[in-house]
Every structure is written in C-alpha cells, then in structure tokens.
C-alpha cells in the first residue's frame, strides 16, 4: 500500500473482489466484482472465505470509487444487496475467450486424447470445478438416464480438479456403477482445454449461477454445440447460439442431450450460431471498455 502513496497513483484498480483493499488511500479505488455468490448462495462457498467476503464486502463497496463487474445480472446482484451504490458508477466489462479457443482438427484432436486419457468414444463435455453451484450430479443423474438411448456408446467427460466435492461426484458414479460411462479426468492444463472443446461432440454447462460464465463462449469458440443454463448471466451471452435449459430439471438436460445429438442440423445450427457469438468477446473489447470506465472515473 506504501507504494501507492509513494507514486502518487491516480487510480488503484484490484481486480479480484477488492479483497485487500487500502482503506486509507488517496487514489481513487477501482474494484472488480465478479459476483456476489457468497450473498446469493453462501451454501456453495467454502466457511473460511464466505466469512471473510461478508466481512470486507460493505468495506469494498463503500470505498470503491467505482465498480467493474462482467455482466448486467452481476451488476443488478450488487445493486440489489447495495442499492445506495450510484448505478452509474458501475461498469460492465464482459470477458472473453483466449485466442487459443479456436475450430481445430477434429480428428487430431480426439487422437490427442486418445493417446493421453484413453477415451476412444465420442464423449459429451464438461469442463469447470466440481462446487454444488455448478450442478455436476445432476448432469451425471440426467445422463444415467440416457445412456442405452444414446447412439455410438458415447461417454461422459468431467474435466477438472476433483478436490472433496469433486471426489463425492466420484463416489456416486462409482456407487450407481456408471465409471465406464463417467470419465474424470483430473486437472487439465490450459493448453489441453481447447483439444478437449474439439474433440467434443457437446458441451454441457449446467450452472445454477454464473457472474458471467466463461467455458460456454470457450467452447462456442472452439465451433462445439453447447447445452447450458437458463439462469443468472448465462442467457445475455448465450441468448439464441446455445441451447438453453432449466438446470432444476433433470428430465429437461437429458432431453437436451438427446436432442442434439439426435438432430445433425440442430447441432449444425448451433455449432454456426455459437462461433458468430464468440466473435462478440474480446480481450481487446474487455480493456477498451475497462479503459473508458477509468476514464470516466478520472472525470
């Protein structure tokens, strides 16, 4: 914090929740919030940093001379717990999908996954954390569902670091003896994630609640059809290009799946629509607009 003194900055900007703030500084204070998830589903949040973002949050808003969030429905979230907050003083930034995210060799793809993880089927995608936010056990309960109506034996791909809620995620599968139908693959490094995309048949995202919702555009980048959630921000990124279902609704995902892998031009619709929506994100967009929002701090 000394040094924010010492250069005489203009603006501080901290871009993970403000968590850290320097209470007593002369620069104006940009924070970014992602969300609020620990106010609107505090279950979901481990003990230790749900008490501390209660805590410093009243903090943060209050000393913040502007709000960078990354949608309208995060930015109505803050407005809602913090109504006194100037609304014009909240600016949305939308992210986006790295370069790398891109239509790759389908066929190479899978080879690639094939020599590394053994998944020699077409596989339905998910890729994210394991957090009962993210709605995991009800994918793999909707596809139990499906699986002897599915064509070509596909499988289920659940990639990501399993940690403790992850491996309860295991355990069901394993109970309901469905490990040969339900691959977890573990952590996966970056450069991995867009093969995966590729190689994908699907993508599935059925979140309950995203400030933003990052993989579905990763995965529309990467020309993969995508079934997710039709709540929280997900729709004002998604609207028309993905498929859009009630993530409650157990019955409603395993249709989905079926749907589209049963529908070559659905998928084909989708795959078409998805790749035009990712062109909408851009990282250069995201500091443009960030740019202008310090900008109008500055004024």
């Not at 994918?139 to 992850?166: R, T, W």
């Not at 892998?261 to 443009?288: H, P, Q, V, Y």
Request: with cysteine; net charge neutral.
């Amino acid at each position: 914090p000394h040094w924010i003194k010492e250069k005489k900055l203009s603006i501080y900007h901290l871009p993970q929740n403000g968590l850290g703030i320097p209470l007593d500084s002369d620069s104006k204070i940009v924070t970014t919030i992602h969300d609020l998830i620990p106010y609107t589903m505090p279950e979901t949040v481990g003990k230790g940093y749900l008490n501390k973002f209660l805590k410093e949050m009243p903090k943060i808003i209050s000393s913040s001379s502007g709000i960078i969030t990354v949608s309208e429905y995060s930015k109505k979230d803050i407005l809602k717990f913090f109504p006194t907050f100037p609304s014009e003083k909240i600016y949305v930034t939308p992210l986006a999908a790295n370069e790398n995210f891109k239509p790759l060799d389908k066929k190479s793809c899978k080879n690639v996954i094939k020599n590394l993880f053994k998944i020699d089927s077409p596989f339905i995608l998910y890729l994210g954390g394991f957090s009962s936010r993210k709605n995991v056990r009800n994918l793999i309960l909707a596809f139990e569902k499906i699986i002897k109506d599915l064509p070509d034996n596909y499988k289920l791909v659940l990639g990501g670091s399993l940690q403790d809620e992850g491996e309860t995620l295991k355990k069901l599968v394993y109970d309901n003896n469905l490990e040969k139908d339900i691959i977890f693959t573990g952590y996966l490094k970056d450069s991995l994630l867009p093969i995966f995309y590729n190689a994908a048949d699907v993508f599935i995202y059925p979140s309950y609640y995203e400030g933003f919702g990052l993989p579905p555009i990763e995965a529309m980048a990467c020309g993969t059809p995508v079934v997710t959630s039709n709540v929280t921000s997900i729709p004002e990124f998604c609207s028309e290009a993905a498929l859009l279902i009630d993530p409650y609704n157990i019955d409603e995902l395993s249709k989905s799946i079926e749907d589209i892998l049963n529908d070559s031009l659905l998928m084909l619709t989708l795959i078409k629509k998805g790749l035009s929506c990712s062109l909408n994100f851009s990282w250069r967009l995201t500091a443009e607009k960030t740019i202008a929002a310090y900008n109008s701090m500055l004024k």
